[in-house]
């Protein structure tokens, strides 16, 4: 059952339970808005945090790959 305010004369207030009704979805989809904004903030950093751990351990990776190469050349150069 709906609630309909009374007005100070006694009456009903239909107009009134339809502002309040609207105006409690409004507040009730902003919250949820800014939840969801909130989440997808979060979810972003983490797919950032994500991709800039690979791109470092990739860039680990290939500066290690070059410094072995570098040693073996200069372990062959000095041998000669």
Not at 24 to 47: C, F, H, L, P, S
């Amino acid at each position: 059952m709906r609630y309909y305010p009374v007005d100070p004369k006694g009456n009903l207030d239909e107009w009134g339970a339809v502002i309040k009704r609207r105006e409690e979805t409004y507040q009730r989809e902003m919250g949820e808005q800014k939840v969801a904004k909130v989440n997808n903030a979060a979810a972003y950093a983490q797919d950032l945090d994500r991709a800039i751990n690979e791109k470092n351990q990739r860039n680990g990776v290939d500066k290690e790959g070059r410094a072995q190469e570098r040693e073996h050349m200069l372990s062959a150069v000095q041998q000669k």
